[in-house]
């Protein structure tokens, strides 16, 4: 039930008022030992008069263990149940949990005791409980804040994901929370709290924590094998330098939390929630809690013991915790009372339970922030030159914490990621890479249409602006797809019903959005300042975000038989350079179409296209029959092109001689000179100028690939792993913990350690080879009807394009699959392989290895799994093979040569790790959940389509044969639909608009992240130039590159620059004066404009952020 909001006002003023009197008898331990002579009455720590303190670190003696207490909750922006069914505590029959009144608590028990402090994540839920509170209740809460009480890590929307997440999605969710906090409390965040998420990404400690402002980065799940190295080598924090290109210029310092058991709550029976078994510290007897207190002890001594210097902080928390705040903090007060005061009147040993290296504790109430500060503050200076490893490394517990401290301490630098996470030995956290996939496109799909939104919206003037009734239309897709970057959501492990709800969330804010964008076009860009033509040409314009399934219903209807409808499409690149691309526009009939842009042809030597069949039409009710495919020619950087297309003849065999056609196997197809048949092989040969490709004649399948001199063969299959199923698998006898672990949302595990992909053989019936002035189609069948592709080799296009389509798959037999493609070649790779960090570095990967520590293999293919954001590559001195992926998936190479992706998955039982459910997805929803239903799955499986690129080049060019293309897979050009009557008056009115935001393209090696408008009162942007290269990877595009800003805005007068951190929410200059200098001396040299400097460079990898502001030349 809701919480009535004026009784909570009044309850804030009247506990206001009390801790105010509070205060005034407060008095601080000092530290020293107080008289014993303590009347009976008092000698219990409830009645005490004794007072709890906050940011109380003793710095002078190195004998003291300072205990930083820090409170916090963990609230999953969806998991088991919906957004706002765990804030309003809705659905309590999955699980008790209400987020509201968290808050509600929490404000209430921080102003109970102003030496209480607290530290919350997610700005999801802080935004929808500030939205209600009374203007007493909010300057209540800003005052916590400015007294400390109340702190915020990480800042964002969410606590996002590490593997299946795309920077783009990271940066805009940050983004999105530190603007709420900035605006509404003033508040910029200093530390990275990433306590959930299964695994860490370079790029998290690189770009999402040093770039972002951060000093600091903290978590709670690493590898048992790597965690357990690290208990016995103090090693459980340390720095963390993680991108190759920005070298020690980024560290920064890492930690882990929950006491380094692997998690982020209290030490074992300190849990004080109502959601754990506990017994109340407050109920105890005094015998009782002494006990409890030296249970206390031992734990702050074996956490100690597993990092370096004496400084450590415990986490009291862990999800959905402190909704009853004043119990919780109840009990860690007196907790904290008992410990001094046992001490002090001789009831605990404290120097005996933490000695040899400490001979006090003091435990205070802290802060992330303040921690890192102490931690630093004990780091090595630059001065102190002594080289300690001998004793940093030292397994004994019993090192010279005096002598250590004071040379410094000398941290170990982790130059890896995190990935991947096990927590026992059969227990990969690899399966979530791929889970969901239809979802993680989905969520490509959003995080790339805001992107062009943004830009979109900047190139209106004011007026227009002003003039929209709709206020903010882009925000219901911004808090879309900052919720779903949540590591509950694109990971694709939430319940069936939560991830229908961010599906949701997700169509529901593009829908909106494109309403917007599509205004936009309509009214302001696609007018040509004489005629009005555009309001009748593109009445009905709709965006066509489902010409992958080959849907759009508009053209379609327009190309019905007896329809003589034009279509108009629009084109809009967001990218920052010239590209070109290739529309595949759904039409409902085989026949002639005329496709003219600006008055000129699209094609060179004939502008008369045929449609050719879909490949997958029918599969859906409402896919179309047929495609168009025609290309674009240049589209310039940030604007648009317009097409239109027309319809000329039926084909009835009578109707002219198309340049396109389809044929059922090799020895029929009539081709260009630059296709045919080999005569000695009789593979059928297809090349567009770039590449060519040798096809087995039958299958369909890739033989060779031949580029630059280079020829490689290639084998490509699709197969599956049956996923690991305890009640049908035999569960390994070697006694290791969870052996009966399941395949399931988070874990991949296939039924045998060692199981070799279970191939899908090709189908009896030839594949179809079909041509078109395009270039070549190869429709390839397989045995099991559940698999379908299409291999492309088009007209100048660098890459050859496979696109599959899986599902439903098939659990007849009553089992799970992980349904995986395989491209095998003779490179000698020498088991390395390299994946993205996030779509940023590249990160080598060795096949049963791990940089960190030395592997115990017991998982040989699910251990060998990485998430693959953008492309993955091997490569040997001779050639190199890159596949870029449209969404987040799986991969691994398992052989020398070869690159595996998983692209798919179903499994029946479900792997214990939380969400309670199989992964089996189905197209017709799921019935309540117990007590009023089953959760029963309707409908048939999921099925999924999607598309890799494939790139062959010499020897030591994989990364940059990835580069290259990995931006405009990430955001190919975006398809906007019309259909009228023909008017060639209309239409001559489009045909000489020019629209674009930047004057010149950007170099290929740099990208426009963002530009978008930040003020609707100011001409304010917010501009992010990221270089896409990284330092190794390509002789000339790694190298540094320099923008003229003025230049590249033409068309704007650019009245001041200012650099910002990543997320805007400060000026690079004040982060610099105030960060944290790790490894002294090695800081960035920041390379800032001012105030007149249009002039910027950016380094390899680097991404910068600026706020522009800029006026439109008249």
């Known amino acids: 039930m809701m919480r009535g909001r004026g009784s909570l006002a009044w309850s804030l ?136 009480q109340l702190g915020f890590v990480n800042g964002g929307w969410c606590m996002h ?52 402002g951060f000093d600091a980065l903290y978590f709670g799940r690493i590898d048992y094998q790597d965690m357990e190295i690290r208990h016995n080598t103090q090693e459980c924090e340390g720095l963390w330098s993680s991108s190759a290109s920005a070298g020690n210029k980024s560290t920064v310092f890492w930690g882990l939390t929950g006491s380094y058991y692997g998690n982020y709550g209290a030490p074992p029976g300190f849990c004080f929630d109502k959601r754990c078994h506990y017994n109340p510290l407050t109920n105890m007897t005094r015998p009782q809690l002494v006990d409890a207190v030296k249970h206390f002890l031992q734990e702050m001594k074996l956490q100690s013991d597993r990092t370096k210097g004496s400084h450590v902080m415990l986490t009291f928390g862990s999800d959905f915790n402190y909704q009853r705040a004043s119990t919780y903090f109840a009990n860690i007060d007196l907790l904290i009372k008992s410990i001094d005061l046992f001490r002090e009147w001789g009831l605990v040993d404290v120097p005996t339970m933490l000695g040899p290296r400490f001979e006090r504790i003091n435990i205070f109430y802290s802060s992330p922030n303040y921690y890192t500060q102490m931690k630093h503050k004990q780091t090595r200076s630059p001065a102190k030159t002594i080289h300690t490893s001998h004793l940093i490394n030292s397994k004994e517990s019993d090192i010279d914490a005096k002598t250590t401290d004071e040379m410094g301490i000398e941290w170990k630098v982790k130059k890896d990621d995190f990935f991947p996470y096990s927590d026992c030995p059969h227990c990969f956290w690899t399966g979530y890479f791929t889970s969901r996939a239809a979802f993680k496109k989905l969520e490509r799909v959003g995080s790339s249409f805001l992107m062009a939104a943004r830009q979109i919206e900047a190139l209106l003037d004011p007026s227009f602006h002003k003039s929209k009734a709709e206020e903010k239309p882009l925000y219901d897709l911004e808090d879309a797809m900052g919720v779903v970057q949540h590591h509950d959501a694109v990971s694709g492990t939430a319940k069936q019903h939560v991830s229908n709800d961010y599906s949701k969330r997700v169509q529901a804010g593009i829908n909106k959005a494109a309403k917007f964008v599509i205004n936009v076009l309509k009214n302001k860009v696609l007018r040509d300042g004489r005629h009005d033509w555009s309001s009748n040409i593109l009445d009905n314009l709709s965006f066509c975000q489902l010409v992958n399934e080959t849907i759009c219903t508009v053209s379609q209807e327009a190309t019905m038989e007896g329809s003589c409808q034009d279509v108009t499409v629009v084109v809009y690149n967001a990218l920052g350079s010239n590209t070109s691309s290739i529309v595949y526009l759904p039409v409902s009939v085989d026949s002639l179409f005329e496709v003219t842009r600006l008055g000129t042809a699209v094609a060179a030597a004939n502008n008369t296209i045929r449609s050719t069949p879909s490949p997958f039409g029918g599969v859906r009710l409402s896919s179309a029959k047929y495609v168009l495919a025609f290309d674009t020619g240049p589209l310039t950087p940030v604007g648009t092109a317009i097409f239109r297309v027309r319809k000329k003849a039926s084909l009835d065999g009578s109707n002219g001689t198309p340049n396109g056609w389809a044929v059922d196997n090799a020895r029929r197809l009539g081709v260009p000179s630059s296709h045919g048949v080999d005569e000695t092989t009789r593979d059928v040969v297809a090349s567009n100028g770039l590449l060519t490709v040798h096809f087995d004649s039958h299958t369909g399948a890739m033989k060779t690939i031949s580029k630059d001199e280079t020829t490689l063969e290639i084998d490509q299959v699709w197969g599956y792993y049956t996923s690991f199923d305890a009640s049908k698998d035999r569960v390994p006898a070697d006694k290791t913990d969870r052996a009966d672990q399941n395949s399931g949302a988070y874990i991949f595990r296939p039924s045998q350690g060692d199981q070799k992909l279970n191939i899908l053989g090709y189908s009896k019936q030839a594949s179809k080879f079909v041509q078109t002035s395009m270039g070549t189609e190869v429709h390839i069948e397989f045995e099991e009807p559940w698999v379908k592709q299409v291999t492309r080799v088009m007209k100048g296009i660098p890459y050859i394009e496979v696109e599959y389509m899986i599902g439903p798959i098939p659990i007849t037999d009553g089992r799970g699959k992980e349904v995986v493609t395989r491209f095998s070649t003779a490179i000698q790779s020498n088991s390395t392989f390299f994946t993205d960090s996030n779509g940023r570095e590249f990160l080598e990967r060795r096949r049963d290895f791990r940089p960190s520590w030395p592997l115990e293999v017991f998982e040989p293919v699910a251990g060998n799994y990485y998430p693959v954001n953008a492309a993955i590559y091997v490569e040997d001195e001779q050639v190199s093979l890159a596949v870029l992926v449209d969404r987040s998936q799986g991969g691994a190479s398992l052989d020398d040569g070869s690159v595996e992706l998983m692209a798919h998955r179903r499994a029946l039982a479900d792997d214990r790790r939380g969400v309670g459910e199989p992964l089996n997805e189905t197209d017709g929803g799921v019935s309540p959940y117990p007590p009023y239903g089953n959760a029963h799955r309707y409908g048939r499986g999921l099925v999924v389509c999607g598309k890799y690129r494939v790139m062959v080049g010499k020897g030591s060019t994989g990364a940059s044969l990835a580069r290259s293309e990995m931006d405009s897979a990430f955001t190919s050009p975006l398809i906007f639909v019309a259909s009228s009557e023909p008017n060639d008056i209309a239409t001559a009115s489009l045909d000489s608009l020019h629209v674009s935001a930047l004057q010149q393209s950007l170099p290929r090696n ?55 951190t990543l997320s805007g929410n400060q000026e690079l200059t004040e982060w610099t004066e105030r960060r944290l200098d790790w490894i002294p001396g090695h800081q960035a040299e920041q390379l800032h404009t001012n105030d007149t400097s249009t002039v910027i460079s950016l380094r390899a990898m680097e991404i910068r952020t600026f706020k522009m502001k800029m006026v439109t030349k008249q």
């Not at 306590?195 to 999402?208: E, R, V, W």
């Not at 990284?1030 to 033409?1050: E, N, Q, T």
């Open 1006 to 1060: 740099i990208m426009l992240v963002t530009f978008q408008k930040l003020d609707e009162a100011e001409p304010d942007f917010l501009v992010r130039f990221g270089h896409q290269y990284g330092i190794h990877d390509d002789k000339l595009l790694s190298l540094p590159v320099s923008l003229d800003l003025a230049a590249l805005f033409g068309g704007y007068s650019i009245e001041s620059v200012t650099e910002l």
């Open 13 to 148: 003023l009247l506990v206001l008022v009390v801790a105010t009197l509070l205060a005034v008898g407060c008095r601080k331990q000092t530290g020293q030992t107080q008289n014993n002579t303590v009347s009976d009455d008092l000698k219990d720590p409830r009645t005490h008069p004794l007072d709890i303190r906050k940011f109380d670190a003793d710095t002078e003696d190195p004998k003291v263990l300072n205990v930083h207490v820090v409170p916090h909750t963990h609230d999953d922006v969806g998991w088991l149940k919906t957004v706002e069914q765990y804030y309003y505590g809705q659905n309590m029959t999955i699980q008790d949990a209400c987020v509201e009144d968290i808050l509600d608590s929490v404000v209430e028990a921080l102003l109970e005791n102003p030496y209480r402090t607290f530290v919350y994540v997610e700005i999801k839920f802080f935004s929808m409980w500030w939205e209600h509170q009374t203007d007493t209740v909010k300057e209540s809460v800003r005052q916590l804040v400015a007294n400390q």
């Open 161 to 212: 994901d590490e593997a299946a997440t795309h920077f783009m999605g990271m940066i805009d969710q940050t983004t999105l929370g530190h603007a709420f906090l900035k605006r509404e409390l003033g508040y910029i965040p200093k530390v990275g709290w990433q306590l959930d998420p299964f695994g860490h990404s370079a790029t998290q400690a690189s770009l999402m924590t040093s770039s972002m």
